[in-house]
């Protein structure tokens, strides 16, 4: 199991952008796949994008298709979900974990273990 950090979590209004930050430590982040994951008070964790370990697959949740982009710099072992036009329906805790599976279908962490998360709220 990866140990990763979450960062970059604020708040927003409505419209407005942020960029948060998965940062492996003691491993090479580049040979595993990677998702985004998010939960608002009283919901499910919910997968929302993903990343192979090549980055050539990447995949997101029909709500933010379009607004977050998911990307990869494994010489800095870091993941970034930029999050552009954000509605107060993203707020919530961000997650980062490996994955077992990465697909248009499909965000399943390999493992139900999880970091602190990042907050992004969003509100006027």
């Known amino acids: 199991q990866l140990r990763l950090v979450e960062s970059g979590g604020g708040l927003v209004q409505p419209g407005g952008s942020l960029r948060v930050s998965c940062t492996a430590s003691g491993f090479t982040l580049g040979y595993y796949s990677i998702g985004w994951f998010r939960q608002a008070p009283g919901t499910e964790r919910e997968g929302v994008s993903c990343i192979s370990n090549s980055g050539r697959l990447i995949a997101h949740v029909d709500s933010v298709k379009g607004r977050f982009t998911i990307s990869r710099d494994n010489a800095k072992n870091t993941v970034y979900l930029q999050m552009n036009s954000l509605k107060p329906e993203d707020t919530g805790l961000y997650y980062c974990?490996?994955?077992?599976?990465?697909?248009?279908?499909?965000?399943?962490?390999?493992?139900?273990?999880w970091g602190q998360g990042t907050q992004v709220t969003v509100s006027t």
């Open positions: 974990a490996e994955l077992s599976q990465c697909s248009e279908d499909v965000i399943r962490p390999a493992f139900d273990s």
